[in-house]
């Protein structure tokens, strides 16, 4: 709540520069959020919706999927994303300020790994477009033999329940998202962050 000011400048430095093609957000405010329906999600959507309570306007919201977000808002189709985006390390947007740290944990089958080394030779599967991914990246500056694949259209949470069904090895989740799905697959553990916490935070238009 105390970032809501700051995001009111971020908007207007994003917009004044040019508006996407849409309404001008003094009419209504366009966002991209997340395709799916999850406590991410609704979270985004609560606080999406607070600051167009605070800026008196009319909003619309632009479900994706996370692998279409960042191109969407490149290609100026909204006047933000709110989509649990990871900001530190990405420079292809301009990002408002961050509204929630979290760690980023290898989540796999069996004893919980303790050293990244560990991921090397395991299958991962993470959200494509998601901060998870974002995440790997940083981590295979350090470890150029780290590899995954990317899932569309899917969810930290689909993939956890993968994993707690033996159907998957490894993949990534934020600590928050593992503690949720811990209440419903308890077998789920980690102790492996995989970069540094994740800033998350809404994405504006370059």
């Not at 420079?91 to 961050?98: C, I, L, N, Q, T």
């Not at 303790?114 to 470890?143: N, P, W």
């Not at 090895?169 to 995989?194: F, G, K, M």
């Amino acid at each position: 709540l105390r970032a809501l000011p700051l995001l009111v400048v971020t908007l207007l430095a994003a917009c004044m520069a040019k508006e996407p093609s849409k309404k001008s957000w003094r009419e209504e405010l366009t966002v991209i959020v997340s395709i799916e329906n999850n406590a991410d999600s609704q979270f985004e959507f609560q606080l999406a919706n607070l600051f167009a309570e605070q800026l008196g306007v009319k909003i619309r919201l632009m479900p994706l999927p996370l692998n279409q977000v960042m191109q969407s808002i490149t290609a100026n189709k909204a006047h933000f994303a709110a989509s649990g985006l990871r900001s530190n390390g990405n420079e292809r947007v301009k990002f408002g300020p961050s509204y929630q740290t979290v760690n980023e944990q290898a989540v796999c089958g069996g004893t919980p790994l303790r050293r990244i080394e560990g991921l090397l030779k395991k299958k991962i599967v993470v959200a494509a477009g998601s901060a998870q991914e974002a995440a790997l990246y940083e981590a295979r500056q350090k470890f150029p033999a780290l590899r995954w694949n990317a899932r569309p259209n899917q969810s930290a949470a689909q993939l956890l329940k993968e994993v707690a069904e033996g159907k998957l090895a490894c993949t990534v989740a934020n600590e928050e998202q593992l503690a949720l799905a811990r209440h419903y697959h308890p077998n789920l553990d980690s102790t492996l962050d995989i970069a540094t916490p994740s800033l998350l935070a809404w994405a504006f238009a370059p």
